[in-house]
């Protein structure tokens, strides 16, 4: 029980490394916020989660207004926020065009995969590290990245945003640690 008594949040914990992610904070003690852009696999999510107090939040992050209200459910429910996973991602987006090479993309294809890869990653922070500072807490943020953003291989769009979530937790790491708050990719 390593995390009794923590609040942690997991990003796109609809499926995947998120659902596992939110299942082990679980079975460590954690009270966990899932989020996803899909109510079933949510509900999927937290049926498989350990007893405790867990919240299910349906939003999209790349949409400041859904992190924005989220946190204020979290701030009323849990009074802070300990760990967060900023996890969700997509690797393609409508626009990429037929192969997702970039003289097919379209504007909307870009910023479609930046706007949840790069932005919600931003905003989830964001809310986060205010949240930590408000009520004093040495929090801990954890940002997925992918080996794409070393070996270029993937559309140009993830590899892009997946090797800036990496030079964001870099420069938020060297600003926040001073304040208690760990930030690691």
Known sequence: MKLEGKVALVTGAGLGMGR???????????KV??????????????????DGDHTIF?????????????????????DGIDIVVNNAGIGRAEGDGE????QEMQDEGWKGVMSVNLDG?????????????DRDISGSIINISSTSAFSGEG??????SKGAILAFTRALAIDLGPKGIRVNA
């Open 58 to 78: 349906l939003g999209d992050i790349s949409k400041s207004f859904s992190v924005t209200d989220m946190f204020k459910v979290i701030h009323s429910k849990y």
């Open 155 to 160: 559309p140009l769009h993830y590899c892009t």
């Open 20 to 30: 596992a992610t939110a299942k082990l904070f679980s079975d460590e003690g954690a």
């Open 121 to 133: 990653t931003f905003y989830v922070s964001r809310e986060s590290v205010r949240l930590m500072i």
């Open 33 to 50: 916020i899932i989020n996803d852009v899909s109510q079933e696999n949510l509900e999927e999510t937290l049926n498989l989660l350990s």
């Open 99 to 102: 192969n997702g090479e970039i």
